[in-house]
């Protein structure tokens, strides 16, 4: 399973980003897609996650409503959507797989991609 993550970049507080994370390697069907991030000093954590196939969805609250994890099968891509983004949102963003339920427990994942950098200027 290989997962590439790209998308990320500078840009304004208030401002959009979309990432993306192309996924090969196997049929992904009832897998869970996760986006995750972490900020220098800080742990890695949970921001968004979408079972392939079935929609379902789960997002960390500190990003609700600004943020929306979808995926494209035909590309096997999952994108993350990034709106009004925040200072605090600057972190480097890494995709994850598991089979299963899109849960919030990073330990949980099985496959990682790449990080791809995030920064939100004030």
């Known amino acids: 399973v290989q997962l590439q993550a790209s998308g990320g970049g500078l840009v304004q507080a208030g401002g959009s980003l979309r990432l993306s994370c192309a996924a090969s390697g196997r049929a992904f069907s009832g897998y869970a897609m996760g986006w995750f991030r972490q900020a220098p000093g800080k742990e890695r954590e949970f921001v968004a996650a979408?079972?392939?196939?079935?929609?379902?969805?789960a997002y960390a609250d500190s990003v609700k409503g600004r943020f929306t994890i979808n995926t494209d099968s035909a590309k096997n891509t999952v994108y993350l959507q990034m709106n009004s983004l925040k200072p605090e949102d600057t972190a480097v963003y890494y995709c994850?797989?598991?089979?299963?339920?899109?849960?919030?427990?990073?330990?949980?994942?099985?496959?990682w991609g790449q990080g791809t950098q995030v920064t939100v200027s004030s």
């Open positions: 979408i079972r392939w196939t079935y929609g379902n969805t």
């Open positions: 994850a797989a598991r089979f299963g339920l899109p849960i919030i427990n990073r330990y949980e994942y099985n496959y």
